[in-house]
């Protein structure tokens, strides 16, 4: 089966269900694992360079709090008909992520033999675990596919245990730094399952702009770090726009050096089997509580630290 993912998540979902042997074709964004998409055909890109842009400047390329990207990536209609895929994987449910379904759904009229389409659009935790099955039943491995769910859904009941009974801390996690942008879909229940309390978010919530005021006020315990896109490196380089705020030496997530910066596209910001890790990873931040493999400093990092 030939395929063709034009979401960075689906391409998690390919590799976890071991058949990236299988991918024919991939997003820019598409990068992991690494070592095994080094070979397969890009067939997207960028309109623009957010490697030089500043948060302020990408957020207005996109299109402002309106998050209207329908022109934000081009498809290479050529290069998708000539790798003929036999499944295009998708979404609809952010046109700032990937390629816009209604320009998906127009390469795909082009095509002489049109394959088979699906989008996911999931906005839990229960959503994306389920997408491995969607995926897996349309592949052909529905068994492997129903065996990876039912792991990962026990490490996550094994976060929930290791942190059960403990303080619950007050969480503010920021997907976006200008404007300030506050992550809700599946994060607040990777917070909630890691024993944290959730502000300002809803989960499941497709969220908007917030102001630093509304961050103030919701007086954080914890404050996390994890802007869509971002390494924490990128992450790193652009932090004055949140410490040089004002008041934000006052606030109790400061006070209490409890400011972490995170790995966002690897475990929070795309909707893949990895945000079981980022639940893992969570424990470590809010309880100083390990689950599964050790957490390491390109995972979490606490700010003001080396």
Same mark, same amino acid.
């Given at each position: ?8 998540a $689906? =391409?998690?979902?390919?590799a976890d269900l071991?058949? #990236? ?15 095994a998409?080094a070979?397969v055909?890009?067939? %997207?890109?960028?309109?623009? +360079?957010?490697?030089?842009l %500043?948060?302020?400047?990408?957020s207005?390329?996109v299109?402002?709090? &309106? ?6 990536y %081009?498809?290479?209609?050529r290069?998708?008909? &000539?790798l003929a !895929?036999?499944?295009l994987?998708?979404?609809? #449910? @952010?046109e /700032? @992520?990937a390629v ?8 795909v009229?082009?095509m ?10 999931p906005?839990? #935790? +229960?959503?994306?675990?389920? @997408?491995?099955?969607t ?27 290791? =942190?059960?009974?403990? !303080?619950?801390?007050?969480?503010? &996690? /920021?997907?976006w ?14 917070? *909630?399952? &890691? ?8 989960p499941?919530?497709? %969220?908007?702009?917030? *102001?630093?005021? $509304?961050?103030?006020?919701?007086? !954080? ?6 802007? @869509? ?5 990128r ?17 109790p ?6 400011v972490?910066?995170?790995?966002g596209p ?6 893949? !089997?990895?945000v079981?890790?980022g639940a893992? /990873? ?16 390109s ?8």
């Amino acid at each position: 089966m030939r395929i063709v993912s034009l979401l960075p998540a $689906a =391409t998690d979902i390919v590799a976890d269900l071991g058949l #990236l042997h299988d991918l024919v074709g991939r997003t820019h964004e598409c990068d992991w694992p690494p070592a095994a998409l080094a070979s397969v055909p890009v067939v %997207t890109r960028a309109e623009f +360079d957010a490697d030089r842009l %500043t948060s302020r400047e990408i957020s207005d390329a996109v299109g402002g709090a &309106a998050h209207s990207g329908s022109s934000l990536y %081009t498809l290479d209609t050529r290069a998708l008909a &000539a790798l003929a !895929p036999d499944v295009l994987l998708t979404q609809d #449910l @952010c046109e /700032v @992520c990937a390629v816009s379904y209604e320009n998906v759904s127009r390469a795909v009229r082009l095509m002489v033999a049109g394959p088979r389409v699906l989008s996911l659009e999931p906005r839990t #935790l +229960d959503d994306v675990l389920d @997408c491995l099955v969607t995926v897996g039943d349309l592949l052909g491995v529905r068994e492997t596919a129903v065996r990876r769910r039912t792991e990962l859904r026990g490490r996550l009941a094994e976060v929930r245990r290791r =942190t059960r009974g403990r !303080p619950r801390p007050r969480v503010v &996690a /920021v997907e976006w730094l200008d404007p300030l942008w506050p992550a809700g879909h599946w994060v607040p229940e990777q917070i *909630t399952t &890691a024993g944290g309390d959730p502000l300002l978010a809803a989960p499941g919530e497709h %969220t908007g702009p917030m *102001t630093w005021e $509304a961050v103030r006020a919701a007086r !954080p315990d914890v404050l996390l770090v994890l802007p @869509c896109g971002f390494p924490p490196e990128r992450t790193l380089a652009e932090i004055d726009l949140l410490t040089s705020l004002p008041g934000w030496g006052e606030l109790p997530a400061v006070r209490a050096a409890a400011v972490w910066v995170l790995d966002g596209p690897a475990y929070f910001n795309r909707p893949g !089997p990895r945000v079981v890790r980022g639940a893992e /990873v969570l424990a470590h931040v809010l309880h100083g509580v390990r689950s599964g493999e050790p957490v390491t400093e390109s995972e979490a990092r606490r700010l003001g630290r080396s």
